[in-house]
């Protein structure tokens, strides 16, 4: 679907619709938006909006969590 759209076309109706589902299925087997943006020819902006307005819940960005370590090991201590 995506190989047949042109870059920088607009996309409306069915076919909008079709491209939602499509990324919102790759999205959720694990794809990051880079490079479903990338796949498609579309830009990150794009892609962000199209998943959000179907619906997804996007995922965190990653990286260090330290928050999240801190706040276990506090707990953690805590009830010891």
């Known amino acids: 679907m995506a190989e047949t759209l ?3 076309s607009r996309v409306t109706g069915a076919a909008r619709e079709q491209l939602a589902a499509d990324l919102k299925k790759k999205y959720d087997s694990g794809a990051s938006i880079r490079a479903l943006a990338e796949e498609t020819g579309r830009s990150y902006g ?3 909006r199209m998943l959000s307005e179907s619906g997804v819940t ?5 990286g260090a969590t330290r928050g999240k370590a801190r706040a276990a ?8």
Do not use: M, P
């Open 73 to 80: 090991a506090s707990s953690a201590s805590a009830a010891s």
């Open 58 to 62: 996007l995922r965190g960005r990653g």
């Open 46 to 48: 794009f892609v962000h």
């Open 6 to 8: 042109k870059k920088g």
